[in-house]
């Protein structure tokens, strides 16, 4: 049984950063895609970026290029999501997501929700103006 707990989220002000962390457990997640996605009130889920685990090799939504860093740490199985100069935009629920891919998927495969196999909670991120 995959679990992914999301931590981190807060309010910060703009151009600020916030550090999220998704601790995932129950398999090796050797094979597997890990995803970032968020919510903001009123939108769909959306895609924010993405990293194979074996690898390391990152993707980004354009929305949040340059700005935001995904990366892992495999001794601690947990994916982070650093992301800076917040804008009031980025406020939403950020969701950590994880893939099961039995094939090798380009990285466009990993924007779309039904890619992912599991999911966690959420973390709430506030970007005040």
């Known amino acids: 049984q995959v679990q992914l707990e999301e931590s981190g989220g807060g309010l910060v002000q703009a151009w600020g950063s916030l550090r999220l962390s998704c601790a995932a457990s129950g398999r090796t997640f050797n094979n597997y895609v890990m995803g970032w996605f968020r919510q903001a009130p009123g939108k769909e889920r959306e895609f924010v970026a993405g990293?194979?685990?074996?690898?390391?090799?990152?993707f980004y939504a354009n929305s949040v290029k340059d700005r935001f860093t995904i990366s892992r740490d495999n001794t601690k199985n947990t994916v982070y999501l650093q992301m800076n100069n917040l804008k009031p935009e980025d406020t939403a629920v950020y969701f950590c997501?994880?893939?099961?891919?039995?094939?090798?998927?380009?990285?466009?495969?990993?924007?779309?929700?039904?890619?992912?196999?599991?999911w966690g909670q959420g973390t709430q991120v506030v970007v005040s103006s």
């Open positions: 990293i194979r685990w074996s690898g390391g090799s990152t």
């Open positions: 997501a994880a893939s099961n891919s039995k094939a090798y998927f380009t990285s466009d495969y990993y924007f779309h929700l039904a890619s992912y196999d599991y």
